[in-house]
């Protein structure tokens, strides 16, 4: 389609990157990329590449753009899949940059890692903005094929529908895939083979290419972005970014709380009451705190020296046992009295409500999942249920201190009722919301949207 120059623009003194397009009429397009190259210039993005000028001479059309410094994504790609963070922002950075243009009626039709260029820095910028619209009106290419590339081609682009920036929605997904997978979402021997499987078989499920563990949630995202219908993929593509990032920090966050066990630990108190309970992190940590002073008291000798608790669950009773005659060479220390109340064992939570609020949390946390799952999904009537019944799962007293899953549950409820169409009763769950000092941005944003469908 084109060759691309790196050249010097002597008047301003700045590297330049010249793209020459390839055509049979150059006369005939000239008013045309005249006009999308204005329109190009005039997107002002930090994630688009800028377009300068535009000439045209007898080999073709030129188009003098921003010279960006670094690699293209196709490049980045070529050596596997990228970190999953990394996915996330740039998906967010390209899905500001398509909706700027959206905004302004531009839709770019050949979104893929070709046209994502890697600065140097990290910062991704999208290439080619409103030239694959005017290539497609003249029909540039020599062997007049449909432009883009298969594998990020939208089914209403292969069967004849056109191309809106649901088009653009689904190639951003696509390209998700790809980067959190390190394969292509569509493969096959010809491109007449994938466009077969884009236009006739479900989205694909990222979590079936790779070994890497996906999150649910963000797979869900692009399943979504991936829709064969352009009506069921997300309004935007900050939106299909935003449910993607927020599936796999969902999943962090989530992967760096254990969950609670079943049943808690018994640990026995000296002599003055009734049992105590105590989480398994505490046991992890009294057991080590014995370790040290068996080893720091009795020499390297592998068996516990005098005074040393032998088991972390029964420090009183094993102080008062017979220990074998010491066989090191030096005395053996005398026996200390044992401890009144080892302190590990009196930092215990208090209890939040009535019955085990371990087994209710967890309930509670399982739920808002499930719920969060059911809104990437678009499925809004489960996930007001769900989340719903997690907010009034976790038990009584719980803060967003105590567990920030509740303010989470809080949003997914008031975020999923608005999408419902029901924004009159998302405003005081997100108000609610709102007054938790966690993600306050992104909420007043959820917040505003719903007042402003309330009142319409």
């Known amino acids: 389609m084109a060759s691309v120059l790196l050249c010097r623009d002597e008047r301003l003194g700045r590297d330049v990157a010249v793209k020459r397009l390839h055509a049979d009429s150059p006369e005939d397009m000239e008013k045309r990329f005249a006009r999308e190259a204005r329109l190009g210039a005039s997107l002002n993005h930090p994630n688009l590449v800028s377009i300068y000028d535009t000439a045209i001479d007898d080999e073709g059309v030129l188009i003098v753009m921003e010279y960006v410094r670094g690699e293209s994504l196709s490049e980045a790609l ?45 910062v991704a910028k999208l290439a080619d903005l409103g030239i694959a619209t005017a290539a497609g009106q003249t029909r540039i290419t020599r062997s007049d094929v449909v432009l883009g590339t298969a594998a990020y081609m939208a089914p209403e682009q292969l069967d004849g529908r056109g191309a809106g920036r649901a088009a653009d929605i689904y190639a951003l997904a696509a390209m998700s895939f790809e980067m959190l997978t390190g394969q292509k979402a569509r493969r096959g021997r010809s491109a007449a083979e994938i466009a077969h499987q884009v236009v006739n078989e479900p989205p694909p499920d990222p979590r079936d290419a790779t070994l890497a563990e996906i999150p649910a949630p963000a797979a869900h995202a692009i399943r979504a972005g991936m829709a064969k219908d352009p009506g069921e993929r997300p309004p935007s593509a900050g939106e299909l970014a935003d449910r993607l990032e927020r599936g796999m920090e969902e999943a962090r966050r989530v992967a760096a709380v254990p969950p609670p066990p079943t049943k808690p630990t018994r640990v026995a108190r000296p002599a003055t009451g009734g049992p105590r309970w105590i989480p398994v992190a505490a046991l992890s940590a009294l057991a080590l705190a014995a370790l040290v002073i068996a ?49 590990p064992v009196t930092a215990v939570p208090v209890p ?14 399982q739920l808002h999942s499930e719920g969060f799952a059911a809104l990437e999904a678009g499925d809004y ?53 709102l007054e938790i000092p966690d993600q306050t941005e992104t909420v007043q944003n959820e917040l505003d949207l719903a007042r402003a469908e309330a009142a319409q």
Do not use: C
């Open 381 to 433: 009537d489960t996930a007001i249920k769900l989340n719903r019944k997690a907010i009034e799962t976790f038990p009584e007293g719980t803060t967003w201190q105590t567990d920030i899953n509740y303010a989470y549950a809080l949003y997914s409820l008031g975020r999923a009722l608005r999408l419902a169409g029901r924004p009159d009763e998302a405003v005081p769950v997100l108000e609610a919301r």
């Open 295 to 343: 080893l720091s008291s009795g020499g390297g000798d592998d068996r516990p020296s005098a005074g040393a608790p032998s088991q972390a669950s029964k420090p009183a009773k094993d102080a008062k046992e017979p220990k074998e005659p010491a066989q090191a060479a030096e005395p053996t220390p005398a026996e200390p009295a044992a401890p009144a109340e080892p302190a």
């Open 352 to 365: 939040r409500g009535k019955g085990d609020p371990d087994t209710a949390t967890a309930k509670a946390e």
């Open 78 to 122: 070529r050596r596997g899949p990228l970190e999953p963070r990394r996915v996330g922002a740039m998906a967010a950075e390209l899905g500001a940059a398509l909706d700027h243009a959206h905004r302004q009626g531009v839709v770019h039709r050949d979104v893929k890692p070709a046209n994502v260029l890697l600065r140097e820095d990290g």
